[in-house]
């Protein structure tokens, strides 16, 4: 017990005693009040920890107590620069960062002396290679025009672009920044759901107004949605697309609330909002509630933008839910443009520790059913398919056009292009590169024409790199791949294509007879949970007390039978 409580103290202990040793030397030798005031000072701090109630590991270990909190603080720095390994997704490697740097500087990609990658390791993905490459095809023609038939003023979109995140969330510069860098390269900028920024305006770069259920930027005073201030604001040649946002990867779900000490007088412009109030995003949409009225709303925002192509994004969550939004296109004739997946792994908005890890369906199964589903119902044809969530390299991108993506956005890409280093401080206002930021002289730290710079590199490099993927394959047009072009090792000693794993439907075949097989492993839930919902309310269920009891009275007839005359079972 004594021995226990010496260890415990012994800091402390010692902190007194030197702190009256070099009190009375400094009496003699004045410089000895340097050291003396120190162990004063931790003195002090001992006393405080002991009389402190907030942290039981202080009381019980004044002073010492204080270096785990210290050691949590830099913990992650430690771990970034001293102790992760290059593949070690956390969440993404240094590999994969060190990719972005260098090709948003511009410097050469090559590495030497093969690949870190265990290429035996369950799991690892490739794309197979032709015997006969074409040559690389110009990379700038990878676009890809979206617009249906209901659409006037279609838009010839990059396959690789900037996926939503807000001014807001993003610094000013930042915002700056990926818009010049997309201004320069020909590809859009996605808005996030925090509207239209005088910094989106400034360079002139091609932008997708995403929509979410705040309507900000387009919303009357008590939040609802305005169709006024939306044709105004959709009017600007800059708009190219509107994109409703459902749901992101990120909180699947869940709405947001800006604090009212970060609703600054620019913001609260920007979003339509009153200034030093709680900015508040419902979980829901108020302008539609049905997938029918979804519908509606569509058509209503492609007439007041003159056009333009209007769409969707969302993360999977319950398939029959999407199911009925196909199902309300078919009823009402109304298509949207385009529908952009975000998987689960998508990451830029912060979130709740339970939605970020369990919540919502990764991007390959959720854009696989998307697929599947406009594929079997007949409208895969009529409209275009995005997909964002985890995507920087031109492998990324490949793997996710070959399950059925038409264009990709990639939202960290963009975020390590323009300088962030992953210090996982986006919520905190303290970024230490100025990216994710509202403090001023944080924000300074980020030029605009060099980070803009870098983000066009970044896009032309990246997408140089996939023509010279698919030239190796024997393609030339990224729509040209499929899923037998694409490899995944299922064990230690096979390797199947995507096409042996994925199950492909055929065009309308979820009306010609009922599907025997899930294309995705959600697939056969959903049409149990469709079968339940299909039932008349008058017509009763197969799984009431009386169907059961006259089953098991069937079973014990049969067998009865069975053995009185030595007949199969199966007859």
Known sequence: MKSSLFSRYTCFMLSIILALAFFFMALEQPWFWLPALFFIALTALGLYDLSQQRHAICRNYPIIGRLRFFFEFVRPELRQYLLEEDDEQIPFSRTQRSLVYRRAKNQMGDKPFGTIIDVYKTGYECIGHSMCPVPAADP??????IGGPDCTQPYSASIFNISAMSFGALSANAIRALNLGAAKGNFYHDTGEGSISRYHREHGGDLVWELGSGYFGCRTADGQFDPQRFAEQAASPQVRMIEIKLS??????HGGILPAKKVDAEIAATRGVPEGQDCISPSSHSAFRT??????FIQQLRQLSGGKPVGFKL????????VAIVKAMLHTGILPDFIVVDGKEGGTGAAPLELSNYMGMPLREGLLFVHNTLVGCGLRDRIKIGASGKIISAFDIASVMALGA????????????VGCIQSQSCHTNHCPTGVATQDPLRQKALVVPNKAERMYHFHQNTVKALAEMLAAAGISRPEQLTAHHMLRRITSTEIKVYADIYYYLEPGRCWRKRLKVSFTPACGAWRRRAASIRRSPCRPSVNTAGDKTRRRARRVRREDYCLRTGASPAT
């Open 248 to 253: 992101q990867g990120a909180k699947p779900g």
């Open 406 to 417: 038409d264009w990709v956005n990639s939202a960290r890409g963009f975020m390590f292009a």
């Open 140 to 145: 700038t023609s990878y676009r890809i025009t």
């Open 315 to 322: 993360c999977i969550g319950h398939p029959w839910e999407f």
């Open 291 to 296: 997938p029918i009225e979804m519908m509606h």
